[in-house]
């Protein structure tokens, strides 16, 4: 019951954040694949929105508060974007940093920040990382706090290619 109330306030944050949520919305659960959980988003505004969440295995240091941390791939075919990956880390990030991406310890990159929010610069650097998460085994996300903490993620991916695949039926 705990996980699914963790889930349900994770999920419920990020459609708030995704889109203005009116009553006429509807969210429908796709698919649970191990840790990862695919949905699909009908906004009163007539646009589908197919998205994918996790929430991090480990969190570091454990001596902070680290809120509610999790990550996101998302489709907007109305908008024509694909593969859209975002981090959300539950507290603003140091202004002017970068949060870094490890999958499986090989693969770096950088994710600009806003705010709370960390995304790719482009839908060219979207779609190696989520193709990067396909082959992997866990992703792990580097960031600093804007009280300049660093902080660290480390999220599963087993089960993404299933979710991939779920949102990428359900939204084409």
Known sequence: MKKFMSWSIVAISFVLLMTSVSKADSRQLLSSNRDWD?????????????????????????SLRHGNPFITVTHKPAREIKNEFNFIAGYKFQRGSAVNVSIDRQRKEDLFTEEDGAWAYDPKQDAAIVAAMKRGNSITLAAKSGRG???????????????????????R
Request: some cysteine; aromatic content about 10%.
């Open 149 to 171: 903490n660093a902080t660290s993620y480390r999220f599963s991916l087993a089960g993404f290619t299933a979710a991939h695949n779920a949102i990428t039926s359900a939204c």
């Open 38 to 62: 695919a949905f699909k988003l009908s906004t009163d505004a007539g646009e589908t929105v197919c998205y994918m969440i996790s929430v991090p295995k480990d969190k570091s240091p454990k």
